[in-house]
């Protein structure tokens, strides 16, 4: 089993959609969760940090499920400049970052 | 925010050359940086650990003497791919995190080789 677990993807969503991603990591002990995007041929960014009460900014909400390992990603109203891919970033301990390998969202007109 | 300073961002060289890539942190001090590299549509994948002061630990499958690391000083390491070939060709993307826990990774711009 993969320590950092995404489905790839594609999602394909019209504009304002409401769409989720889910993310699934393997070590129990992992400490703290975040949201990459990166856009293609560029780097990743951090898109926010995942907190165990869930946070919200703007359109997007994380939350994290310790007792089902899981964490996920909601994007309300969906833009087109919200195409890209999200990663799923888990910290093992201090300096033991796993990444997922992404998934792929394209929003249309 | 801390910024990640990556340089070049772009390298297209012939085969055999040896390239360095700088990664800086430019507001604060990093006594850990990571670098990974990154083929087409797929995921990041951690190369190595860079250490200030000491040697850099690799990850399995990843040449040492291929891939050389020097993190001198608090706010740079260096990658130097050397003797570089078509199939080194790849992203290579630098990170770094402020201390504390919790604290996430930021990413330098990356650098596209490109060996010819």
């Known amino acids: 089993r993969k320590e950092v677990e995404q489905d790839p993807g594609p999602f394909n969503v019209p504009e304002g959609a409401t769409v989720a991603f889910n993310c699934t990591y393997s070590?129990?002990?992992?400490?703290?969760f975040f949201w990459y995007r990166q856009d293609c041929r560029k780097e990743p960014k951090l898109l926010m940090s995942v907190y165990s009460s869930g946070n919200e900014d703007g359109r997007f909400t994380a939350q994290l499920n310790r007792a089902s390992q899981y964490i996920s990603l909601l994007i309300r109203d969906s833009k087109l400049s919200d195409s890209a891919t999200y990663l799923c970033?888990?910290?093992?301990?201090?300096?033991?970052?796993?990444f997922g390998a992404g998934t792929r969202l394209t929003v249309k007109p | 925010g801390a910024v990640v300073s990556q340089h070049p961002s772009r390298v297209i060289c012939k085969s055999g050359t040896s390239v360095k890539i700088e990664c800086r942190s430019l507001?604060?001090?990093?006594?850990?940086m990571f670098w990974y590299r990154q083929f087409p549509k797929k995921s990041l994948m951690l190369m190595a650990t860079s250490n200030e002061g000491s040697k850099a630990t690799y990850e399995q499958g990843v040449e040492k003497d291929k891939f050389l690391i020097n993190h001198a000083s608090l706010t740079l390491s260096t990658l130097t791919v050397t003797s570089a070939h078509p199939e080194d060709s790849s992203f290579y993307i630098c990170?770094?995190?402020?201390?504390?826990?919790?604290?996430?990774?930021?990413f330098g711009d990356g650098t596209r080789l490109s060996i010819l």
């Open positions: 970033v888990v910290n093992q301990n201090n300096n033991d970052m796993r």
């Open positions: 990170s770094a995190r402020l201390e504390g826990g919790g604290q996430p990774q930021h």
């Open positions: 070590n129990s002990a992992s400490q703290s």
């Open positions: 507001d604060f001090q990093a006594t850990t």
